[in-house]
């Protein structure tokens, strides 16, 4: 039965030349998902989390971190750990700067979700879908001033942040990252403005409202947004970070219902044009980390990249479980591990807070050095206590790192709808 699972024949191959079997991929739907919906979150009882979360909690409680900063887990949908005194972190609201755009890749998946059956039209009408023109639902003529979207770019190119390239076509797209969203991404609130305008009751009468629907169906008690930028001003806690996280992490479903198409959450996690960067989905970051299963498409060409160069240069994996995160000036963090069913959130995780809009201009390389080496740090922190408890490797970091950064070793896999 589970053989209709997309991956698990690579798995099982994986068991001949590997040895000892991992766990099989478990599928997830809107029964099966494990969140707190838009309950109050319950943190596992300290002496529980090892059996509960599969972590050692002495490890968490006496991990080294920046001052001022802080963290969660969240593992099978459960509160797990916070830091601080009795995790008195959980509730602090601060700007999460850049994690802004990964929420608002999640706004602008939704608004295609709940838009799917409207009757195809001409001109700005129908649902939006990653493949519509931008100049479907905006005057690409009429732009504000350093606007740059290429008149040919869809909704996925602005998403993968190539859309401004002077050529769209295989090869010769870039990617440069938008820091305050000015140049391109920016431009999707007024697509959405357009799109939910043609049922303001169903969907809102515009982007602010359509957020404010999609703030209620996750239960953002510590948010705010008022949707004026993609590019930041999301005030939120670590908890609100959370449930966001886990409607990505469980691919579109939270609450006991589809929020976001699983396709669409795939691209968002994966490399969306390899051929402008490896390392960049849907507003969204990856492969860029130390011991983390590389984010890589399960074949090629897959509709929005005809490139074949893979996270490493290897896209034989046993296991899709590539590892995404959304990142925010001075260290801001929800990192998705889909292998291991397991969010972390950070704050302040880099003290020396790097500027990266001082690198817009420059190349993807760049900017994701920057940004990675604080997500490294926070990971490194809460890594022991993960492998002190994991089921085959118990305190071997480093086969444990072997295993997952090759995409061999995934215990916790969650299948999403459609076999993704």
């Not at 991929?25 to 809107?30: G, M, V």
């Not at 900063?69 to 509730?91: I, N, Q, W």
């Not at 799109?195 to 510590?222: I, S, T, W, Y």
Request: one cysteine or more; a negative charge.
């Amino acid at each position: 039965m589970m053989e209709r699972w997309v991956g698990l024949p690579r798995a099982v191959l994986s068991v001949l030349l590997i040895g000892a079997a991992p766990a099989s991929p478990r599928p997830i739907d809107a029964q099966t998902a494990s969140d707190p919906g838009t309950g109050p979150w319950a943190l596992v009882p300290t002496d529980s989390v090892a059996s509960v979360c599969r972590m050692d909690v002495g490890i968490l409680q006496d991990a080294l971190i920046p001052a001022d900063a802080s963290f969660a887990l969240v593992r099978y949908g459960r509160l797990c750990f916070v830091s601080g005194p009795g995790g008195s972190d959980a509730t602090g609201v601060s700007h999460v700067f850049s994690t802004t755009k990964t929420l608002g890749a999640l706004l602008t998946g939704r608004v295609m979700y709940q838009t799917r059956e409207l009757p195809p039209g001409a001109g700005p009408s129908g649902p939006l879908t990653e493949w519509d023109r931008m100049d479907k639902w905006l005057d690409l003529g009429a732009l504000p001033a350093g606007v740059d979207i290429h008149l040919d770019a869809t909704v996925a190119h602005v998403l993968g942040m190539v859309g401004y390239s002077d050529d769209l076509s295989w090869g010769a797209k870039r990617h440069r990252y938008d820091a305050g969203g000015q140049r391109e991404i920016n431009q999707l609130i007024r697509v959405i403005d357009n799109v939910v305008r043609q049922d303001p009751r169903r969907f809102g009468a515009n982007a602010v409202e359509a957020k404010d629907r999609l703030f209620a169906r996750l239960g953002l008690e510590h948010s705010s947004w008022d949707v004026e930028l993609f590019g930041y001003s999301w005030n939120s806690s670590l908890l609100d970070m959370a449930r966001v996280g886990l409607a990505i992490l469980h691919g579109g479903v939270y609450g006991g219902e589809r929020l976001v198409d699983a396709e669409y959450v795939y691209n968002m996690t994966h490399p969306s044009f390899e051929d402008g960067a490896n390392h960049y989905g849907y507003l969204t970051w990856m492969n860029n980390t130390s011991c983390t299963a590389p984010a890589v498409h399960r074949s090629y060409p897959h509709g929005l990249s005809e490139a074949t160069e893979c996270a490493g240069g290897d896209c034989d994996q046993a296991f899709d479980a590539g590892v995404w995160y959304a990142v925010g000036l001075g260290g801001q963090y929800i990192i998705g591990h889909r292998g291991l069913d397991l969010l972390v959130m950070g704050k302040q995780w880099d003290p020396s807070e790097l500027d990266t809009s001082g690198a817009r201009g420059g190349e993807t390389d760049a900017v994701g050095a920057l940004v990675s080496e604080p997500a490294n740090r926070l990971w490194n922190a809460v890594l022991p206590a993960i492998v002190a408890e994991d089921p085959r490797y118990r305190g071997d970091v480093e086969a444990f790192c072997e295993a997952y950064a090759e995409g061999s070793y995934a215990p916790d896999l969650v299948m999403w709808e459609g076999g993704l």
